[in-house]
């Protein structure tokens, strides 16, 4: 009923052949390790001399799982591309093969620059691997980096970088980012100068955080004709793996802001963010403390919408509610318009005239304008649009302007369009309605006043208010 137990026949053939293998491996590699530094020494030597590169480094740790370098130089010693004081590589060791767990390193400093929208490090490129085709991913090891400087040279401007921090580079690694570049050209015939950030980084399940200060001595665009001095963000931003898109918001401040004929000073706000670098869309709210528009000058200027910035094309727009607190309008403007009024001296609406002009000069001191403002702008100029707009004077007069287009001026042309209907009443103003028409912007103006009689009762007034074209 038993069966009978054959006699014990070994390890198959195929296992003994790859024991004996990996038993003669094994004595290979304990008679190389009485002198591995000079052999990997010279591996490496002669890999580096066949790929072009010139570099120069000493071994001072090489074991199974752990390798030092020490006085690294890469490139031409008289300008190297890389320098390190020394770097360390943790690594695994499985069937599949060798897998780096961890590097350090320390006092880095690597030359580099962006040709055509991509890096390229010199000597370095000849020992990286070609380029796969997939998209960017952060490698799973860690890193421990200190004193790293980057030096970039590109065709906007030389830009300085300082890299600080800890932990796996796609989850985990928490470090700091400082840049600065002295002047560097933005697009769009823009230029920064003394621009500077210090944020702090952060990479968790593969999406970096970049939250911190940046800021820049003046922002100048002389073909827009914007010019902004003293800009300082405090920026708080996601992006993917990819690198390829940014989300979140940042503070604002902006000691002063000139566009075109206007300037405000003393800018404070928050915005939100949401794109890439062919388009970005948000939510701005901005207060300035003080704004100017030619000669006119007023308080407490206020913006609280949704814009849309093109990078690419240098194109941005606005669309939202603007608010100025007590404008002053200038001399020349108040002196024109009674000037106006007062010219129909010595003829039956004289009193009317003068009365008129009185209340101009009035009004035409402190005024608080409402609008809802749409704006936009390109690398040819653009166009501010105010419909509907509400002017209150503290003399008590009001101004609405609402239907047609509203209020629009464009620029760099500077010239000025109305079309819609405006109501004007109190402030000593008799109650009035003017409808515009204006069919190119500096061109002629036509329209038809209605004015209600002034008078003491609506018995006196009549049937129906006067009703003038012009």
């Not at 304990?30 to 030597?45: E, F």
């Not at 802001?257 to 949401?274: M, P």
Request: hydrophobic share 45%; proline share 6%.
């Amino acid at each position: 009923m038993s069966q009978a137990v054959e006699p014990r026949r070994g390890w198959p053939l195929t296992v003994k052949i790859v024991l004996f293998l990996l038993a003669l491996v094994l004595l290979v590699l304990t008679g190389a390790w009485l002198q591995r530094k000079p052999i990997a020494a010279d591996i490496l030597g002669r890999e580096i001399s066949a790929r072009g590169v010139t570099a120069s480094y000493r071994i001072t740790r090489l074991g199974f799982r752990n390798q030092r370098l020490e006085n690294i130089v890469i490139g031409d010693p008289a300008n190297p591309d890389l320098t390190a004081d020394w770097a360390e590589v943790l690594v695994s060791l499985r069937w599949g093969g060798v897998t780096v767990r961890k590097i350090t390193a320390r006092g880095v400093r690597l030359n580099g620059r962006i040709v055509g929208g991509k890096l390229r490090l010199g000597q370095i490129d000849r020992l990286l691997l070609p380029p796969s085709g997939k998209p960017f991913a952060f490698p799973d090891f860690e890193v421990d980096i200190d004193r790293t400087r980057i030096s970039l040279a590109t065709s906007a401007g030389r830009v300085s970088l300082a890299l600080r921090g800890r932990g796996k580079l796609s989850d985990g690694f928490r470090g700091r980012l400082a840049g600065s570049a002295p002047r560097i050209a933005l697009g769009a015939g823009c230029r920064g100068t003394g621009v500077r950030a210090n944020v702090a980084l952060t990479i968790d399940r593969r999406s970096p955080h970049i939250s911190g200060p940046v800021s820049a001595a003046l922002v100048d665009c002389p073909a827009s004709e914007i010019r902004a001095a003293r800009l300082s963000i405090v920026v708080d931003a996601r992006l993917p793996e990819a690198l390829n898109r940014w989300r979140g918001g940042a503070r604002l401040g902006i000691e002063t802001l000139e566009v075109a004929r206007g300037a405000a000073s003393g800018l404070a706000g928050n915005v939100r963010f949401d794109g890439d670098a062919d388009l970005t869309l948000g939510v701005l709210d901005v207060i300035a403390q003080r704004a100017r528009f030619a000669e006119h000058f007023g308080r407490r200027l206020r913006f609280d919408g949704r814009y849309r910035v093109q990078p690419r094309q240098a194109r941005i727009a606005l669309l939202g509610d603007v608010a100025l607190g007590d404008l002053a309008l200038g001399r020349a403007i108040r002196a024109a318009l009674t000037t106006t009024l007062l010219s129909a001296a010595g003829t039956p609406i004289e009193p009317l005239g003068r009365a008129a002009a009185s209340a101009v000069q009035r009004a035409t001191q402190s005024i608080d304008l409402l609008g809802s403002l749409k704006l936009v702008h390109g690398p040819r100029g653009g166009g501010a649009r105010l419909q509907p707009l509400t002017a209150r004077s503290a003399s008590g007069a009001r101004l609405a302007v609402a239907g047609g287009e509203g209020l629009t001026y464009y620029w760099p042309q500077r010239l000025l369009r109305i079309d819609g209907e405006a109501s004007l009443q109190g402030g000593d103003f008799p109650i009035a309605r003017i409808a515009f028409d204006q069919p190119r912007p500096g061109g002629p103006i036509s329209g038809v006043l209605r004015v209600a009689p002034r008078c003491a009762s609506a018995r006196e007034a009549g049937p129906a208010p006067a009703s003038t074209p012009w």
